[in-house]
């Protein structure tokens, strides 16, 4: 069954960028089906959509990060990745992959989520 | 950007008990193509969020016929009718009619 594992360096300096994968296993990264997502919460808080991309690379950003994240997919590696330029603390938070349902470029909900990857933004 | 209200912020029930949480948007989550595109998910304690229901009222896959969502326009409730042990962790809404995608702030269930 598919899975979803996230990665990354778990403590990120202040001002620099702050870089996560997603990878996917045991199943297809290009399904006409799905974007694939990258949600944030912070220590405590809530969920925080960050952006989905498709497999053909098509991507949307949340508005309050789009000056800073870029969302890229490599499907020869079966992977998603996210770059989060010029952190602060308010960046600190456990990072989740998940896939989403889309259908003729509308998102949907998601449906599978990985277990997520710890950020500390901290000098 | 659609703001999502969730209450209460917390709630403590009894096993065997109903609860009910009111999920309020600040924009129609009424699509142009007729649909309503509202979703509960919930996390439980150490792990990711699971999609409860889809499209107000759709179980997801596997989800007990104990959970139940309702509502339209701005205004939606998730129903538990019997409350279970397994059934603690942190709602949210969330919705996806208009971006950025936006989820409510969530609301803590415990026994």
């Known amino acids: 069954h598919l899975q979803l594992q996230e990665s990354g360096p778990g403590l990120v300096k202040p001002s620099e960028t702050l870089s996560l994968t997603c990878t996917i296993s045991g199943g297809s990264i290009s399904s006409n089906s799905h974007y694939w997502g990258w949600i944030r919460q912070p220590p405590g808080k809530g969920l925080e959509w960050i952006g989905s991309?498709?497999?053909?690379?098509?991507?949307y950003y949340s508005s309050s990060l789009k000056s800073r994240v870029t969302i890229s997919v490599d499907t020869s590696k079966s992977q998603v990745s996210l770059k989060v330029n010029s952190v602060t603390a308010a960046d600190t938070a456990l990072y989740y992959c998940?896939?989403?349902?889309?259908?003729?470029?509308?998102?949907?909900?998601?449906?599978?989520w990985g277990q997520g990857t710890p950020v500390t933004v901290s000098s | 950007d659609v703001v999502m209200t969730q209450t209460p912020l917390s709630l403590s029930v009894t096993p065997g008990q109903p609860a009910s949480i009111s999920c309020k948007s600040s924009?129609?989550?009424?699509?142009?193509?007729?649909?309503?595109?509202l979703y509960w998910y919930l996390q439980k304690p150490g792990q990711s969020p699971k999609l409860l229901i889809y499209e107000v009222s759709n179980r997801f896959s596997g989800v007990p016929e104990r959970f139940s969502g309702s509502g339209s326009g701005t205004d939606f409730t998730l129903k538990i009718s019997r409350v279970e042990a397994d059934d603690v962790g942190v709602y949210y809404c969330m919705q996806s009619v208009h971006l950025p995608l936006t989820f409510g702030g969530g609301t803590k269930v415990d026994i």
């Open positions: 998940a896939r989403q349902f889309s259908w003729y470029y509308d998102l949907y909900y998601f449906d599978l």
């Open positions: 924009q129609s989550l009424l699509h142009g193509d007729g649909k309503t595109y």
């Open positions: 991309i498709y497999y053909s690379g098509n991507t």
